[in-house]
């Protein structure tokens, strides 16, 4: 390299790093309070703890906080400490320092849902911790639970007062998905939120949305004057938005018995990558802006009608297969799974958005376990160009454009397009064009890190809102209505062996993805 190049390069990784720097951390918190409850469980051990310990590390914690586990095991908080001292040991390069630090921090409150003595004694923990650490009155409630008690939590909050905000001060509720199973219970636990919390008070996680690809799609088509001219019914073909799992049930068959892959994987990550590909373009890059966007989205979605179920909808189930050289289960064997099980693993939709950018093109959503690949994928195929001189001389078709976001485990974004093949023939030969995120700027925030970090500082942009969790619901009721009522298509429920890429009626439209 000689020497320009070599400063050039230099003043490059400065700049990236500056870059980096300036995005990973741009506002440090105000104090609070955070309160899990539910922190006896496994999303407590596993994700929220070494996301709040990651956040420790590089600064994103307020400078006075507290994170006080509530559950309904009898624990003391020397006894929590542990737990979560020994399930935060197992990090790459743990900091015994640090957790030292956030262990001087951490409180546990025994409680129970019905009643109203433990969330008392939840409310003078806190009251204590404003004094002793500075927590001011900000406190931030995450609900680690089932969603059966998400009702009784939000009434107990309410009732010995801590949902309550003063003009200096916030009380913030995180809820999990499932936000309901159908329109009338999503309806029915919005009434229940209702009752304590204000819109701006809720934040409904969809950690998907906080992956950095995900939130790279809005970034990479309004940042850049190039695409969207492009981005509509004239010019794309198709789109193909897919999130593909090698995973079988595991030992979630309790719920995924009674939730199935539509309710699981559509009601909430891929309505979201659906509307992140289709929204209008927002006036400003703020949380309820972009809201609105999706939301109307939503709205333009073509209802189903029973006739299209078997033209626009592909159910299937896994049975026995190979995964990675290893004989693996079929659903209906998976232990807790009835052996007559109708749920749906897998589903191939294709939806219509009935609007002036998006008439006549088709969107496959497709999802599904114990597929061939784990891949979280979209595919924008542009059109074939509308008259090709090259097809006589060169006896080639010529294939559209294509634009594919991978988001994982990949994190890039490629572009095909034709060039002229080497050689005194003339030929046509299609290349790509990458970008790979992780030769770009850094690392980012992990989901949960985000979530938790957005969340603090009152930012609801990747945070599901009520109207939209209702307009997907919307769509989708009448389709889980139908396939639960509707014998004929529970009968053509396709099998398809573990490790393959689905039902054999889908694969045409498994296909667009590669
Ligand atoms: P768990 O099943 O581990 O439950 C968490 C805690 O909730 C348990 O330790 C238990 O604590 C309490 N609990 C369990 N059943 C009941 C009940 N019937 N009534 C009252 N309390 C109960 O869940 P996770 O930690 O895995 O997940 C928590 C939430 O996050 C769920 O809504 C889940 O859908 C969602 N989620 C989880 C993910 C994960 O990776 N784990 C990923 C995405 C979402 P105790 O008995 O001490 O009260």
């Known amino acids: ?122 409310k003078t923990m806190l009251d204590n911790q404003r004094e002793e650490f500075s927590t001011r009155d900000n406190r931030i409630f995450y609900l680690a639970t089932p969603p059966t008690v998400y009702e009784a939590i ?28 159908d329109l009338p219970s999503a309806r029915h636990l919005d009434i229940t939120l209702d009752a304590h919390f204000a819109e701006h008070q809720i934040f409904r996680i969809d950690h998907y949305l906080a992956k950095e690809t995900i939130q790279n799609i809005l970034m990479f088509r309004f940042a850049n004057s190039i695409f969207e001219p492009v981005w509509n019914r004239q010019y794309i073909e198709y789109v193909t938005c897919a999130s593909s799992e090698q995973l079988g049930v595991e030992h979630r068959a309790g719920y995924y018995e009674q939730a199935g892959v539509l309710r699981d994987m559509f009601q909430n990550h891929m309505m979201q990558i659906l509307a992140l590909v289709a929204a209008e373009p927002p006036s400003l890059f703020a949380a309820d802006r972009v809201r609105d966007e999706k939301s109307k989205v939503y709205r333009s979605l073509r209802p189903f009608a029973p006739e299209r179920l078997r033209d626009d909808l592909i159910l299937g189930q896994y049975g026995p297969g190979t995964m990675n050289g290893k004989a693996v289960l079929g659903y209906r064997q998976e232990p807790d799974v009835a052996p007559n099980s109708k749920t749906p693993t897998f589903a191939m939709m294709r939806v219509w958005v009935d609007n002036w950018r998006w008439q006549g093109v088709p969107f496959h959503i497709m999802s599904g376990k114990r597929l061939r690949e784990k891949i979280t994928r979209i595919v924008v195929q542009f059109r074939e160009v509308p008259h090709s001189m090259f097809r006589d001389v060169l006896g080639q078709d010529i294939a559209g454009n294509r634009l594919v976001m991978d988001i994982h485990p990949e994190n890039s974004i490629s572009l095909t ?11 046509l030969s299609p290349v790509t064009m990458s970008f790979d ?54 009968e053509h429920l396709h099998p398809y062996s573990a490790g393959s890429w689905g039902p054999p009626p889908a694969l045409e439209m498994v296909n667009t993805l590669f």
Not at 154 to 181: C, D, N
Not at 454 to 482: A, K
Request: charged share 25%; glycine share 8%.
């Open 1 to 122: 390299m000689d020497e320009t190049t070599a400063h050039i390069t230099a003043q490059a990784i400065r700049k990236t790093e500056e870059i980096t720097a300036h995005c990973v951390l741009t506002q440090r918190p105000a104090p609070c309070a955070l309160v899990i409850f539910g922190a006896s469980g496994d999303l407590t051990a596993r994700k929220l703890m070494p996301a709040l310990y990651n956040l420790a590390c590089n600064g994103g914690l307020p400078e006075a906080y507290t994170i006080t586990g509530a559950a309904r095991t009898d624990l003391s908080t020397d006894q929590f400490r542990t737990r979560m001292r020994e399930a935060m040991s197992t990090q790459d390069n743990f900091d015994t320092a640090l957790w030292d630090q956030i262990e001087s921090r951490l409180f546990y409150q025994q409680l129970d849902y019905d009643e109203s003595q433990g969330f008392g004694a939840l």
């Open 154 to 181: 939000a009434t107990r909050l309410g009732q010995v007062g801590l949902t309550h905000e003063k003009a200096s001060s916030f009380a913030r509720i995180v809820v999990e998905k499932p936000f309901g199973r």
């Open 417 to 427: 397009f034709q060039t002229k093949a080497p050689g005194a023939k003339p030929c």
């Open 437 to 490: 995120f992780a030769t770009g700027s850094g690392e980012g925030l992990d989901a949960y890190e985000k979530v938790l970090l957005d969340c603090m500082l009152g930012d609801q942009m990747l945070f599901w809102r009520q109207d939209s969790v209702e307009l997907c619901w919307g769509f989708l009721t009448p389709i889980l209505e139908l396939c639960e009522e509707c014998g004929d298509v529970r």
